[in-house]
């Protein structure tokens, strides 16, 4: 097996750019590896607009857990997730785009591995196919986040944000990128992420799915649920993102996303929970990172905003055939960084799930302990 430089070397020679249709390798049948997206005119990638402006939906819903043994909770879940849908567009702007955050239907808890297995999405699966149902009936995309399982990927529990297209096909299946490590007391995420097994996804299914750009008639979209990382929204930027739709659970850093549009002229939106009660082991405290959705301009000023920490839907009208015909991959003086750039090393070292998925939080903050290239210092 080659090792992770000499592969993402051989990719990437000799690749000025190579043109995608809607979708990305996750959300196509093939699966082959490809080359790496990156143009070095100033341009990007896309596919032909099918609309000259379109309005982007982003629902702020609620985040509802539970206990495992009550297995009818993921139905109760999914059915209030497709009546939000139909909530979208009973009355004002029809969105083109529909927007939820990181888990409207799972739900998130301390639950271990084996527990989120039992109940985690396949994709796609039962609750996708009633989602592509809402998608075909409004002409909408939809796009949510949810925990995953995948038959390629046994024993991983997967945080996964999915896109629908308004034909009911699943065309992205974004990968989180990477987990925080070091930060929390006495445990850590277990969720394998593209960090997690850097090595075999990027065999699997390519250097350009690292950071997946899916090229649809409506824009070209990526989306996350990383936070504090903005190398991660400038390579997206780079490869032409021009949307980006970032999830969030139990908070965020609104200058992080904020900065995040300005900084690269793209237009960025943010889907938090809304007040969540019901779920289980936790206080019903509103005022704990709920509320707080946003969309921002390339300019980085607010779209659209909400105060609100309940249930709610924020709209705002993107004229993406205008934006599209000035707008240019961010100025990065690359030269001058790219040499500090490759002599850093992260805290933590890729590929530590690749070999052993930790069975719960604890067990994953046991595996994890003394793990950091940086003596044992932790850091975001």
């Given at each position: ?5 000499e ?42 607009l ?20 009550n ?18 567009f ?10 939820f ?38 002409g ?70 690292v ?18 990382e ?55 405290d ?19 905003t ?5 249930e ?31 002599k ?37």
């Amino acid at each position: 097996m080659k090792s992770r430089r000499e592969f993402i070397k051989s990719m990437t020679l000799g690749a000025a750019g190579v043109m995608a249709t809607e979708g990305s390798a996750l959300g196509a049948e093939s699966q082959k590896p490809s080359s790496l997206s990156v143009r070095t005119d100033g341009g990007y990638e896309s596919v032909p607009l099918a609309k000259s402006e379109v309005t982007l939906g982003v629902v702020q819903a609620r985040v509802r857990s539970f206990n495992v043994a009550n297995r009818g909770m993921i139905k109760e879940n999914l059915k209030h997730f497709l009546e939000l849908i139909d909530k979208a567009f009973y009355y004002g702007p029809r969105p083109d785009i529909l927007f939820f955050h990181e888990f409207p239907i799972t739900g998130w808890n301390t639950w271990s591995r084996k527990e989120i297995l039992s109940f985690a999405l396949e994709l796609p699966g039962e609750e996708t196919e009633e989602i592509s149902k809402k998608a075909r009936e409004y002409g909408c995309y939809i796009v949510f986040g949810t925990y995953a399982k995948d038959k390629d990927w046994p024993g991983h529990v997967l945080s996964i944000t999915t896109i629908i297209n308004p034909k009911g096909e699943i065309v992205g299946k974004h990968w989180k990128a990477r987990n925080i490590k070091g930060v929390f007391q006495g445990f850590e995420l277990f969720t394998t992420s593209i960090y997690d097994v850097l090595d075999r996804y990027v065999e699997m299914y390519g250097i350009d799915e690292v950071i997946p750009v899916t090229r649809t008639p409506y824009g070209n979209i990526s989306t996350t649920s990383t936070q504090l990382e903005p190398e991660l929204i400038r390579a997206m930027a780079i490869k032409g993102a021009e949307i980006v739709l970032r999830t969030a659970t139990g908070g965020f850093t609104p200058l992080d996303i904020q900065a995040s549009a300005l900084y690269n002229s793209v237009y960025v939106a943010l889907a938090n929970n809304a007040y969540s009660p019901e779920n289980p082991g936790f206080f019903d405290d509103a005022g704990s990172g709920a509320g707080g959705s946003v969309i921002y301009g390339p300019d980085g000023k607010p779209i659209a905003t909400t105060d609100s920490k309940f249930e709610t839907m924020i709209t705002g009208r993107i004229p993406i055939a205008a934006f599209r015909q000035r707008h240019r991959q961010p100025i990065v003086h690359s030269e001058l960084y790219m040499p500090v750039f490759s002599k850093y090393r992260s805290n933590y070292p890729p590929n530590l799930f690749e070999s052993y998925q930790p069975d719960d939080l604890k067990d994953s903050g046991k595996y994890l302990a003394g793990k950091s290239r940086w003596s044992g210092k932790s850091n975001l």
